[in-house]
């Protein structure tokens, strides 16, 4: 049974970080509210009203805004699921330290050079690339100490590396179509801005679908180990689950394959998802 110890310097550090990194996502809400009123642009009629404003979807600046916001909601979270089970595999504190500490600096400048003073590249390559490097060190290392396992640890681990690799994915269709979001970038390759590439968009909806399940299976994932189950039966839930949500990114974005290829590759898991929040409902139920 793994055990965290709070006094360990490494896991207090954790904590501060992932701490500061929880306010800081929840600050870019709070620049996106603050560009939409400056610029009286909202995506709600009720909002518009209010403020004597209009109704658009396409504000460059504002868009900016959400799209360094969703860039967070894409990176940070990986890094929550990483760094503590990172800490699972008793890092040496100070490197542990190092890594939390530059990675929270790192996803800091992110959001400056993006969002807050729009710098040519590579400034926002770099501010993003580091936080990214440090996410797949600790998720190599999770898998590593964990191979032998199958545990729900090492799956977790593998979900989080899928998960970010589809960033690299959308980067390169982006960079081999030379379509891009932001000016920076269009100008650094001589490519042009568009929001509507259907390649890129593909893959774009299919790190989404990952952001909006396996964020799931994290949680529902721990909660149900808590409901002492067979570890047979546990251990093959995760490893399915891995599979095909692996299996689905590569039959949507990679080699797209007709129905029902994809929601064979998306129902597996959300069954699986499905199924072990009620083992946990039923488990607890009279707690209500």
Known sequence: MVSIDLSNPAVQSYILYSGILGLKLLSVTVLTTRVRMAKK???????AKKTKGKVKYDDPDVERVRRAHLNDLENIPAFWVLGALYLTTSPAAAWATLLFRVYTVGRVLHTIVYAVKPLPQPAR?????????????????????????????????ILTLKLLSVTMLTSRV??????????????????????DDPDVEKVRRSHLNDLENIPAFWLLGALYLTTSPWPVIATLLFRVYTAFRILYTIVYAIIPLPHPARSIAFGIPYVINVYMGVQVILHYLSAL
């Open 174 to 195: 982006r960079y081999s179509k030379k379509v891009f979001a932001n000016e920076e970038d269009a100008k650094a390759v001589k490519g042009k801005i568009k929001f």
């Open 125 to 157: 390559g770099i501010a993003f690339g580091i936080p990214y490097l440090i996410t797949l060190y600790m998720g190599v290392k999770v898998v590593m100490h964990y191979i032998s396992a199958f545990s729900y640890i090492l799956y977790s681990a």
């Open 41 to 47: 642009v909202f995506a709600n009629e009720e909002d």
